[in-house]
């Protein structure tokens, strides 16, 4: 399994974009990224997945090289209630390679006023 | 539409009771389901994780074990609490059938052994 690094956190104010980047050297083939938010005492919740290029939904982008060892998951004009731990995730999607996620650390985001 | 119930949503526990956590999944059949754990606030560890009936992996060797009774429930179960079994305990399971969707997290139980 892939092994993830992340910066353990970071600080932006309301309405900046916030660019969090994760290095996944050792990604596989058969490889999804996926990045998951966390509230204190809520479980994760899924944000945005992609595998090559860019995939953009109405939260987030998610940018991957063609290289595949990194991802930067771009969150446009935060706010307040966006400060959560972000997770990122290198992991096979279909159930049946396995599909077992491994978390790491996770960034940090505090949003301040 | 699928949904995931945890419960239950707190729990104090004095050390060497047992322990039963269950986790249901509602609107999927044959779901992948999971185990996490979470102490001091950050970074989930994978317990255990089960893709089929009565199949358990475990991913640390500890005082906790699982069990997969019937498709759509999975079960953390403990004969002996310790102390630094306290945490925060996180259900999740993930269906085949959903691209875009990832693991869906049940809302956790917070369990506090004293």
């Known amino acids: 399994l892939a092994k993830t690094t992340q910066p353990i956190s970071m600080d932006s104010y309301e309405g900046q974009e916030v660019n969090i980047t994760c290095s996944h050297n050792?990604?596989?083939?058969?490889?999804?990224i996926t990045w998951y938010q966390q509230f204190p005492s809520q479980g994760p919740r899924f944000i945005i997945q992609?595998?090559?290029t860019k995939v953009t939904n109405e939260v987030a982008s998610l940018f991957i090289p063609a290289d595949r060892k990194s991802s930067t998951l771009s969150l446009p004009r935060v706010s307040l209630s966006d400060t959560a731990v972000y997770y990122c995730?290198?992991?096979?999607?279909?159930?049946?390679?396995?599909?077992?996620?491994?978390f790491g650390q996770g960034t940090e985001l505090s949003v301040k006023p | 539409s699928q949904t995931i119930h945890q419960w239950p949503a707190t729990l104090v526990q004095p050390v060497g009771s047992p322990l039963s956590l269950e986790c249901t999944v509602e609107?999927?059949?044959?779901?992948?389901l999971y185990w996490y754990r979470q102490a001091a606030g950050r970074g989930l560890q994978l317990l255990f994780y089960?893709?089929?009936?009565?199949?358990i992996s475990s991913e640390v060797p500890q005082n906790l074990s699982a069990s997969r009774p019937q498709d759509r429930q999975f079960i953390l179960s403990s004969k002996k609490l310790l102390l630094s079994d306290s945490g925060f305990y996180l259900c999740?399971?993930?269906?085949?059938?959903?691209?875009?969707?990832?693991?869906?997290f049940g809302s956790g139980t917070r369990l506090t052994v004293v």
């Open positions: 609107g999927t059949s044959n779901p992948n």
């Open positions: 995730l290198v992991g096979p999607y279909f159930y049946n390679q396995g599909g077992k996620l491994i």
């Open positions: 992609g595998y090559k």
């Open positions: 050792n990604i596989a083939t058969n490889d999804y």
């Open positions: 089960s893709v089929g009936i009565g199949q």
């Open positions: 999740a399971w993930r269906a085949g059938d959903r691209e875009s969707d990832g693991y869906t």
